[in-house]
């Protein structure tokens, strides 16, 4: 099977994320507060620099955060109920059905979902919940329908690095030994022009074409102000519509009807 490069290890993309990203997190934790029985221990998978742990210890009583980037890891958002280490989503360092929770935030994509699936079901109590989620921009901007046109422009000019397929559902969730039940809702995010640019040089396309050298970042950032330009001027902000998307699975038990 071929492995995706992730674009995430470089120290230039890192910082990059760390300084962009929006922290939509707890709007996803408020959605998973309901679903846990337990709330002991908490496992934040592909963390990043932090903000979706952050988010997770808001919810439980300690997150263990785990990223194999060293660079991403460098600025992890520091919380005392929040412990970071590197490690690989499909070998985590965490004993048998240990876990109350174990988070995914935008990175299922990236991991070898079998292995993954596999250490989900070795690591979470029975009752435990395997929560992955997403916030992706789909392009829009309300009344703006040529926004559009910017958008294809700019996924032309920075295309997407390969990563493993998107589409996961209930039949390879219960082949993986868990029910599935999945949510998708749309909301606003606010945005002034230097956030958005900051936003979108965050994505994996725009990560690795500087990673791979085609352009600089700050090549990147002047093609997406001036591009963003007409849509947020100087000083004002304006709300994109962003998607949601929520997968909660829970370990299938003998005697379940299973």
């Known amino acids: 099977m071929l492995t995706p490069a992730n674009p995430f290890q470089?120290?230039?993309?890192?910082?990059?994320?760390?300084?962009?990203?929006?922290?939509f997190h707890p709007l996803f934790m408020e959605r998973l507060r309901p679903l846990l029985t337990g709330r002991e221990l908490g496992a934040d998978v592909a963390c990043g620099t932090g903000l979706s742990s952050v988010a997770l210890a808001g919810v439980v009583e300690?997150?263990?955060?785990?990223?194999?980037?060293?660079?991403?890891?460098?600025?992890?958002?520091?919380?005392?109920?929040?412990?970071?280490?590197?490690?690989?989503?499909?070998?985590?360092?965490?004993?048998?059905?240990?876990?109350?929770?174990?988070?995914?935030?935008?990175?299922?994509?990236?991991?070898?979902r079998a292995a993954f699936l596999g250490e989900a079901r070795r690591?979470?109590?029975?009752?435990?919940?395997?929560?992955?989620?997403?916030?992706f921009f789909p392009g829009q901007m309300p009344g703006r329908e040529d926004f559009a046109e910017f958008m294809a422009a700019y996924s032309a000019r920075y295309p997407a690095p390969p990563r493993h397929r998107y589409e996961f559902g209930e039949a390879e969730a219960r082949e993986a030994g868990f029910?599935?039940?999945?949510?998708?809702?749309?909301?606003?995010?606010?945005?002034?022009?230097?956030?958005?640019?900051?936003?979108?040089?965050?994505?994996?396309?725009?990560i690795a074409a500087t990673n791979a050298g085609r352009e600089t970042a700050g090549e990147v950032a002047a093609w997406l102000d001036a591009g963003?330009?007409?849509?947020?001027?100087?000083g004002e902000t304006r709300e994109l519509t962003f998607g949601g998307l929520q997968m909660v699975l829970r370990p299938l038990h003998s005697g379940n009807g299973c």
């Open 62 to 112: 300690q997150v263990l955060a785990f990223d194999t980037s060293e660079a991403m890891l460098a600025h992890a958002a520091p919380h005392p109920r929040v412990t970071y280490a590197r490690a690989p989503a499909e070998a985590l360092p965490i004993p048998d059905h240990a876990l109350d929770v174990l988070t995914v935030a935008q990175a299922f994509h990236w991991f070898d």
């Open 123 to 135: 690591t979470l109590r029975p009752n435990g919940v395997l929560f992955m989620y997403d916030d």
């Open 10 to 23: 470089s120290a230039n993309g890192a910082a990059r994320y760390a300084a962009g990203r929006p922290f």
């Open 228 to 234: 963003l330009r007409p849509f947020v001027p100087d």
């Open 179 to 206: 029910s599935y039940n999945e949510e998708r809702f749309t909301h606003p995010l606010p945005f002034t022009r230097p956030a958005l640019v900051a936003y979108l040089l965050t994505h994996s396309n725009t």
